[in-house]
């Protein structure tokens, strides 16, 4: 029974140093990709929104109910075009006393004037009647204009892209009612960081990048910066111009990548392959070696390589943690 025992034993270890072996001596599976030559870009990140050229916020100078909203959205109206319309009855009952207190005024100056003429009454009595009819007529072009501050319109001839308006909603002051504006051009409004700023110019490619077209570069071109940084958020506002046939709708949010410097024909790698300034490659006897490399431009997903690889060779994407230089690995095919 004993003896059964230790032969047991004795096979479990050996499976468990066989298993060992096997796993230890098993080489490691990686992904590679081959050193290339392709165009290296320096670009510098910037995020922001499509907005139209040319367009206006329209807000309301009052706080009133809303009692009236036109049914214009996506149209193309003239300037003028009455977009909201607040509760205005308190601003029309005082017009109407105003306009009765000026026609009895315009009386009264005409009585003291008749009165004047025939040397019956005073000249400062037609002075006080004229001074009177002046002081309403005055306040009642003040009410006018505040009256129109109940009409709020389109402030310029162009579609209406939204409108944020209710009857029954409270307008409050400064609060957008809607936008009106011109479909095409679109820019993107864009905030590039102040340490990058230095490096951007009218004229440079920008690629662009939306999650509402996955996998589509959508181009553009630096058209201005505004001179006047943010120095709160540090940051630059810089305007991209976009094509007429942009797929990009207004209000879209965008990565924008202002491209900087271009090197053609240099040799590249993803930058994921690059590890403490050197890459790995794999021989043709699937062994693995540590290549000190020179980095020249970096992008976002590669880097060029001025030094250190002559093009073609096999390197690892990405560098498997605690894989050293000698080891033997099984290269798969990388998506």
Known sequence: MRRTTLLGVVILLAAGAGAAWY????????????????TAAEIV?????????????????????????????????????????????EIRARLQELE??????????????????????????????AADLAQIEASLAAVKEQANDHLITAPMAGQVL????????????GEALAWVGNPRPLQVEAEVNEEDIPRVKAGQSVLLFADAFPGEALTGTV????????PVLKTYRVRIALPDETPLFIGMSVDANIVIREV????????????????????????????????????????EITEGLAGGEVVLVPVPEGLAP????????RP
């Not at 922001?48 to 049914?71: M, N, Q, Y």
């Not at 006897?285 to 020249?296: L, N």
């Open 100 to 129: 009765a207190r000026r026609v009895l005024a315009v009386k009264e100056l005409q009585r003291a004037a008749d009165l004047f003429e025939r040397r019956v009454g005073s000249e400062q009595t037609w002075e006080r009647a």
């Open 162 to 173: 939204r409108l944020d308006a209710a009857i029954g909603e409270i307008a409050r002051e």
């Open 45 to 89: 990140y910037a995020s922001g929104i499509v907005e139209p050229a040319r367009w206006a916020e329209v807000t309301s100078l009052v706080r009133k109910r809303i009692v009236a909203v036109c049914d214009c959205e996506g149209d193309t109206v003239p300037a003028g075009h009455l977009l909201v319309r607040l509760d205005d009855s």
């Open 223 to 230: 058209a201005r910066l505004t001179p006047k940084g943010d």
């Open 326 to 333: 000698g080891d033997r690995v099984r290269v798969e095919a």
């Open 264 to 303: 053609a024909d240099a040799l590249v790698v993803p930058a994921a392959a690059l590890s403490d300034g050197a890459v790995m490659t794999v021989g043709a006897d699937g062994r693995v070696a540590s290549v000190p490399v020179t980095v020249g431009i970096r992008g976002l997903e590669t880097v």
């Open 23 to 38: 796993a230890l001596g098993r080489p490691l599976i990686v992904q590679t990709v081959e050193a290339r030559r392709g």
